[in-house]
């Protein structure tokens, strides 16, 4: 397959001042009529992406073109015209019912009851039009939808209103025009039968915006929240940023059938049902949180990604990684932003480590795609997001704000790249920021190693820090970056130090960040009174793993004392897995097993933490992250292993310590989302799980009370994980009566499958095809898929990599099921196999023998083909 370069970037040769589309919808067809405004740039001919569509009448001012006055091949429609400008006018016809990939333009639903809508980002426009489908393409958009009024009542496009009407025969017609350009992957409409919740906005700068938030029928009463915290998101971003919103309505639907999150089409954002509904009946406290920073993030796009888009696709870190920075400031402010911190740093470690460690590793703007759907990943999304804040970090708030005001002012309206975006923030500041450009285009994660040396008799602390990044596929040396690395330095009294470096003549507070630049740097703190302990990378100054060698006793001080929730937190996360080590080599009662239960034990009954903090500080790393800490990965062993340490530190709390906490939490429950019931619901379901390894009956019955009466979908999902984790039998009623309760509430039930999903062990296979046999499941469904096939594959390390390969095997027949009809699903479906080289032999065999066999088949789509291709390698 075709492979596309960063270095062959060329500008357009054609650019589109103005586009104007018509629509005549239809579930079974629709039409297309297109007419570009073209002007040349370039000596060359017009060239026009366009896929499936089916071409009825092609005209050059004016004059209808046959066959032979144009090329129509692989994808692209080419024409040769004189002259600087044309107009080009197209007509299509497209089957929307048909399209089961979602890309494009596409039936969400029933074919009486459903609604037709588009998502074009990345290459989706091409699906709906002959068009130069690049995102360097910007035009001002008018659009006209026609359809059938009965069947399609509501008409919506980005943009601002221009008009709407009726037509004979039970038509009717809506006119959009959106003054900003922009590029055709920003492009949206939806038609079908929708209902809707409506507020007032005054923008900052005195705009009057109607927001509206669609959906259907029997999920418009559970929008409320998506639209609080749409509000929300436009005063923080006005607050923040001074960035106000720039049309007179924003529009926003809620879909099922979407292959990804959310999309930030211009004025008309649409969402996956998942990231936009959310009802205390039906949603967990972590699903609320996703909602707002969904809708945050869709939002704050308006600005960086339209307004400011990207030149090409492998600047997309540009509007994806600078945009979840924003929205994780912004979470950060809307709760706790320790926990925020946790809570993405997790994930970064949990989706983003693995990934760059293992075939599909990638910079963060990378320099060849073959597929550019493959490339919406954790490295481009949320390591993307760590590079925007060490920036932030350099320039300081105020520093950073002059930084962004100046990137939005300068290319607004423009397509920009990763250099125009550190030269603006640079240029602000009269600072080079062209170093961290070496971040962008080095994939894997550094390897920063710290060693410090206190010399008593000089009262010096030497830190000296080194950074090694691996090689990786086309990058076998790596060069050296610049590491910001917050630290403080704190006394055996958990104190944190007055810090200054050799040469300094005033020391600072105890806090302070050192820029490692180079592979090896050496930082001399003077006037330290006694040895330190160091607390490195504070709040996780850079997206690297840190190789220190402390002492159990120093990361349960760290643990003790650190007044950084986030590094509190990851001492812990350090010394579990030193107690991970001890356990798997068989000392079950070494010193940092002792000491990460009884630091653990202490802070449990310090009544200073919040309840939240605890549940995290009680969950060592998961069974995915420990991979690394095994030569081969036996999923079985690590799941014994970590349970073995877990059971350890419920019974150094005391069982009934755990129990009487449960209890008090119980008593004070509620359904309130305040964060002091959240927390407490964090905690109650920690709490459950432990109590579960060392009284699994005890934990049952515990479960089934909190089922019965669960005041909310957390207590209540929950338990009935707890249920069905800890012993079958005692699940199968409580699973019976929720898959009854919520019949029909498509959401609830991915949730219903998602919990069976992480069976642990040889079990969970036959559990996970005997629901594939339920009404309810169908592979035509993203949510459902991942929710079910997505959740064993990935979140059940034991199930999906059970010794046999059953799993492997029967998870390739899926793929190539699901290929058949959505290719960008079954391609995020199959990254489940990244990282079977690192399994133990025989699973590894197992594994590599499906890949082998997928990979080497011609008959899948790009998308699959592209994963494989990587993954087998
Ligand atoms: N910018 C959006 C990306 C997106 C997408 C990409 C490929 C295929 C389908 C898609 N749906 C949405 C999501 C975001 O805001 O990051
Ligand atoms: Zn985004």
């Known amino acids: 397959t075709a492979v596309i370069r960063l270095a062959d970037y060329r500008p357009p040769a054609w650019t589109v001042e103005h586009v104007d589309l018509a629509f005549d919808l239809g579930i079974d067809r629709s039409e297309v009529l297109a007419t570009l405004d073209l002007v040349r740039q370039a000596d060359e001919p017009i060239r026009l992406n366009g896929e499936g569509l089916e071409l009825l009448e092609l005209h050059v001012d004016g004059r209808r073109l046959v066959e032979g006055e144009y090329i129509l091949a692989n994808g692209v429609l080419e024409v040769g015209v004189e002259g600087d400008r044309c107009t080009l006018v197209t007509r299509v016809a497209l089957r929307p019912a048909e399209n089961t990939a979602f890309e494009g333009l596409y039936l969400s639903g029933s074919r009486d009851k459903g609604f037709l809508l588009t998502q074009c980002e990345a290459e989706g426009f091409r699906h709906i039009t002959y068009y130069p489908d690049r995102p360097d393409v910007l035009a001002k958009y008018t659009v006209t939808l026609r359809a059938d009024k009965a069947r399609f009542p509501v008409l919506l496009a980005g943009g601002n209103p221009d008009g709407a009407g009726d037509l004979p025969d039970g038509r009717h017609w809506a006119r959009f025009v959106d003054p900003h350009p922009k590029p055709s992957y920003l492009f949206a409409l939806v038609a079908g039968r929708l209902e809707r919740i409506s507020q007032d906005y005054t923008t900052a700068d005195g705009r009057k915006v109607d927001l509206h938030i669609w959906a259907e029928a029997d999920v418009i009463d559970r929008c409320d929240y998506a639209m609080d915290s749409l509000v929300r998101s436009m005063r923080w971003d006005e607050q923040a940023y001074g960035r106000n919103y720039d049309l007179d309505v924003f529009h926003v639907v809620a879909t099922h059938d979407f292959n990804m999150g959310a999309m930030e089409n211009k004025g008309l954002n649409i969402f996956n049902a998942k990231y936009l509904l959310a009802d205390p009946d039906s949603s967990t406290d972590d699903e609320y949180r996703h909602v707002e920073a969904v809708v945050a993030h869709e939002y704050f796009h308006n600005w960086s990604g339209n307004r400011v888009t990207c030149r090409d696709w492998f600047q997309l870190s540009l509007k994806e990684g600078l945009t979840v920075f924003r929205e994780q400031s912004f979470s950060a402010d809307m709760n706790s932003a320790p926990l925020k911190r946790i809570e993405d740093v997790a994930l970064l470690r949990r989706a983003q480590f693995p990934e760059d460690a293992g075939p599909l590793s990638h910079p963060v703007r990378p320099s060849q795609y073959s597929e550019i759907n493959n490339f919406y990943t954790a490295t481009v999304y949320e390591k993307g997001a760590e590079l925007v804040r060490m920036i932030a970090g350099h320039l300081g708030h105020d520093g950073f704000r002059k930084g962004m005001d100046l990137y939005f002012e300068r290319h607004d309206g423009e397509a920009a790249t990763i250099e125009d975006y550190l030269k603006a923030l640079g240029d602000a500041n009269g600072v080079d920021l062209s170093a961290y450009l070496a971040w962008y285009?080095?994939?894997?994660?550094?390897?920063?190693?710290?060693?410090?040396?206190?010399?008593?008799?000089?009262?010096?602390?030497?830190?000296?820090?080194?950074?090694?990044?691996?090689?990786?596929?086309?990058?076998?040396?790596?060069?050296?970056?610049?590491?910001?690395?917050?630290?403080?330095?704190?006394?055996?009294?958990?104190?944190?130090?007055?810090?200054?470096?050799?040469?300094?003549?005033?020391?600072?507070?105890?806090?302070?960040?050192?820029?490692?630049?180079?592979?090896?740097?050496?930082?001399?703190?003077?006037?330290?009174?006694?040895?330190?302990?160091?607390?490195?990378?504070?709040?996780?100054?850079?997206?690297?793993?840190?190789?220190?060698?402390?002492?159990?006793?120093?990361?349960?001080?760290?643990?003790?004392?650190?007044?950084?929730?986030?590094?509190?937190?990851?001492?812990?996360?350090?010394?579990?897995?030193?107690?991970?080590?001890?356990?798997?080599?068989?000392?079950?009662?070494?010193?940092?097993?002792?000491?990460?239960?009884?630091?653990?034990?202490?802070?449990?009954?310090?009544?200073?933490?919040?309840?939240?903090?605890?549940a995290e500080l009680l969950t060592p790393p998961g069974e995915i992250e420990l991979v690394e800490r095994q030569a081969e990965r036996d999923p079985e062993r690590i799941r014994a292993i970590r349970r073995g340490m877990l059971r350890a530190l419920a019974k150094a709390i005391g069982i009934d310590a755990l129990k009487a906490r449960y209890a008090a939490l119980r008593e004070a429950a509620s359904d309130g989302l305040d964060a002091a019931s959240q927390s407490r619901r964090q905690l109650k379901r920690r709490l459950l799980d432990l109590i579960a390894l060392v009284d699994a009956s005890g934990a049952v019955a515990l479960a089934g009370a909190q089922y019965s009466d669960a005041p909310s979908m957390t207590d209540r999902l929950a338990a009935l994980t707890t249920l069905a984790v800890t012993d079958a039998a005692a699940g199968e009623q409580p699973l019976a009566h929720f898959r009854q309760r919520y019949d029909g509430n498509a959401l609830a039930l991915d949730k219903w499958f998602a919990a069976q999903a992480q069976l642990p062990g040889d079990a969970a296979l036959a559990r996970v095809q005997a629901l594939e046999d339920d009404p309810a499941f169908t592979l035509k469904n993203p949510n459902r898929v991942q929710a079910l096939l997505g959740t064993f594959a990935r979140a059940n390390p034991t199930g999906f990599h059970r010794a046999d390969g059953a799993a492997y095997r029967w998870l390739g027949d899926r793929l190539v099921a699901i290929d058949a009809l959505n290719p960008q699903v079954a391609a995020r479906v199959a990254t489940a196999f990244n990282g079977w080289k690192r399994l133990e032999a025989t699973r590894r065999e197992a594994a590599h023998a499906v890949v082998a066999e997928l990979a080497a088949r011609k008959d899948l789509s790009r998308d699959l083909t592209d994963i494989l291709a990587r993954v087998a390698l």
């Not at 820090?465 to 630290?487: D, E, F, I």
């Not at 356990?583 to 310090?606: C, I, M, N, Q, T």
Request: with cysteine; glycine share 8%.
């Open 441 to 614: 285009g080095q994939a894997g994660t550094p390897r920063l190693s710290a060693e410090g040396r206190y010399e008593a008799d000089k009262h010096r602390y030497r830190l000296l820090l080194r950074q090694r990044t691996p090689a990786s596929a086309g990058q076998p040396n790596k060069q050296a970056l610049p590491v910001p690395v917050r630290l403080s330095l704190f006394d055996a009294n958990g104190r944190a130090m007055p810090l200054r470096l050799e040469g300094e003549s005033a020391a600072d507070a105890g806090e302070r960040t050192v820029v490692l630049t180079q592979a090896e740097q050496a930082f001399v703190f003077e006037d330290i009174a006694s040895a330190p302990v160091a607390s490195l990378l504070r709040g996780f100054s850079a997206p690297v793993v840190l190789e220190c060698e402390y002492a159990p006793a120093e990361l349960a001080l760290l643990l003790r004392h650190d007044a950084d929730g986030f590094n509190r937190w990851d001492a812990g996360q350090q010394l579990a897995g030193l107690a991970y080590d001890e356990y798997r080599d068989g000392k079950p009662e070494g010193a940092a097993v002792v000491a990460w239960a009884s630091a653990l034990a202490g802070l449990f009954h310090d009544a200073s933490i919040d309840d939240a903090l605890l």
